[in-house]
């Protein structure tokens, strides 16, 4: 079982700053894709930020050069900071991995609970 917990979100004026965490934990035997993705009321989920394994990444337009994603192999956490914030940043955000938890299976998609960011003064 492979368990994602997501933490700091919450409420940020216009123009602040956020850093979100998500621990990775249970029997995953490796990881090919860790991410961010988030739902605002209405909408469909959207992709936020990718890290492959090797170190590639990839943004969505609207977050470019405002939000970065990265890692900490040793921690198996993956963050995502988020400056400049603004009022349609405000959704909830889920963390996602894509790995295996054997050898033998293939990769999977991995949710966690999702944790809400407000932007609002």
């Known amino acids: 079982q492979v368990q994602l917990v997501e933490t700091g979100g919450g409420l940020v004026q216009p123009g602040g700053s956020l850093r979100l965490s998500c621990a990775v934990s249970g029997s995953i035997f490796s990881i090919n894709t860790r991410g961010w993705y988030r739902q605002a009321p209405g909408k469909q989920r959207e992709l936020v930020a990718t890290l492959t394994t090797t170190g590639s990444t990839n943004y969505a337009d609207s977050v470019k050069g405002r939000f970065t994603i990265s890692r900490d192999n040793a921690k198996n956490t993956v963050y995502l900071q988020m400056n400049s914030l603004k009022a349609e940043d405000t959704a909830v955000y889920y963390c996602?991995?894509?790995?295996?938890?054997?050898?033998?299976?293939?990769?999977?998609?991995?949710w966690g609970q999702g944790t809400q960011v407000l932007v609002s003064s």
């Open positions: 996602n991995v894509r790995g295996k938890t054997t050898p033998w299976r293939t990769n999977d998609n991995y």
